[in-house]
């Protein structure tokens, strides 16, 4: 069993940063793809960035060049940075673990709310 754990949302205004984390339960980096989605209030879970075991990066459209996903392995921490937030950005943000070989074994966090407002 995998946990993940987020920390880091909150209120920002926009074209403001914020960093995430997400903290696992044990050293998965070598067997797990990493993954940020979010959810705004009325819409679908999305995909926001993706970072696999061999350290290759996937993004959203709507967030490349702002965001940067990356980890931390003697942190077992993976972050998720924004920068020059924009209202659209806020939802509800979620941490991913994917088992490499086998889809199935998907684990989430419990969600960060990030809120971009003046």
């Known amino acids: 069993q995998v946990q993940l754990v987020e920390s880091g949302g909150g209120l920002v205004q926009p074209g403001g940063s914020l960093r995430l984390s997400c903290t696992t339960s044990?050293?998965?980096?070598?067997?797990?793809?990493m993954g940020w989605y979010r959810q705004a209030p009325g819409k679908q879970r999305e995909l926001v960035a993706t970072?696999?075991?061999?350290?290759?990066?996937n993004y959203a459209d709507s967030v490349k060049g702002r965001f940067t996903i990356s980890r931390d392995n003697a942190k077992n921490t993976v972050y998720l940075q924004m920068n020059s937030l924009k209202p659209e950005d806020t939802a509800v943000y979620y941490c991913?673990?994917?088992?490499?070989?086998?889809?199935?074994?998907?684990?989430w966090g419990q969600g960060t709310q990030v809120t971009v407002s003046s």
């Open positions: 991913n673990a994917e088992h490499k070989r086998n889809p199935l074994l998907s684990y």
């Open positions: 970072l696999t075991s061999g350290g290759s990066t």
């Open positions: 044990g050293s998965i980096f070598s067997i797990y793809a």
